[in-house]
């Protein structure tokens, strides 16, 4: 096996991480998400042409996280919309067409005050991230790794479902992005003021909406 490389700046952030408990909540791969079902989150897995993918950690508690979140009405109920402006808020993140992959089945309705909802996955070009800012929303200012998808499911604690979950983005980002399916393992921080990753997007640029596109890609 080789060896995972990252610097000891990259190091001393890791060890800062810490994992929160899974949810449990049943992964619906492929799944159109059911009429009268409303989809309430969007997170996305963000590849970078390597294979690698964007992954959020807030040095203030270690928490990890995709890019992603609640749908607003600015979305207009597109969860590919919604990733978009969540990925520019949080990452300054420019990315390319979303495609979906699947839902999450939240019984609880942790965020749909106390009803059952979904919470879509997809997946997406990085294609470029402007200089780093705080999120307007929730004032917290994310370090922006770049790391194999295994590595972020481990970074993220989502054991075997989030395995699976990302062979699927993987599978996804393989036929419509072209990248490699073997990421490069090296962990790597993306800089302080920007850098285009994908040829032809504009570094510093904000994402615009997005359709959802793919098979089972659900109603909106």
Not at 99 to 118: P, T
Request: contains cysteine.
């Amino acid at each position: 096996m080789s060896r995972i490389e990252y610097s000891a700046e990259i190091a001393e952030l890791l060890g800062l991480v810490r994992r929160r408990p899974t949810a449990g909540w049943p992964w619906r791969p492929g799944e159109r998400v059911p009429a009268g079902l409303p989809v309430k989150q969007s997170w996305g897995w963000l590849f970078a042409p390597d294979g690698r993918v964007l992954t959020l950690v807030n040095p203030k508690d270690g928490i990890v996280s995709l890019p992603g979140g609640s749908l607003e009405p600015e979305d207009a109920g597109d969860p590919g919309s919604a990733l978009a402006r969540e990925a520019a808020e949080e990452a300054q993140a420019l990315i390319g067409t979303p495609y979906y992959l699947g839902y999450l089945y939240d019984r609880v309705g942790s965020a749909n005050g106390g009803h059952e909802c979904a919470r879509v996955r997809m997946a997406a070009a990085l294609r470029a991230v402007g200089p780093s800012l705080p999120d307007p929303a929730s004032g917290r200012h994310y370090r922006r790794l770049l790391v194999a998808p295994g590595l972020a499911v481990e970074l993220l604690g989502w054991g075997a479902p989030g395995l699976r979950q990302a062979r699927a983005a993987v599978a996804t980002a393989v036929r419509r992005l072209g990248v490699p399916a073997a990421a490069n393992e090296t962990i790597e921080e993306l800089p302080l003021n920007g850098c285009e990753l994908f040829p032809g997007a504009a570094p510093g640029s904000a994402s615009g909406p997005a359709p959802a596109q793919g098979p089972g890609a659900p109603p909106v």
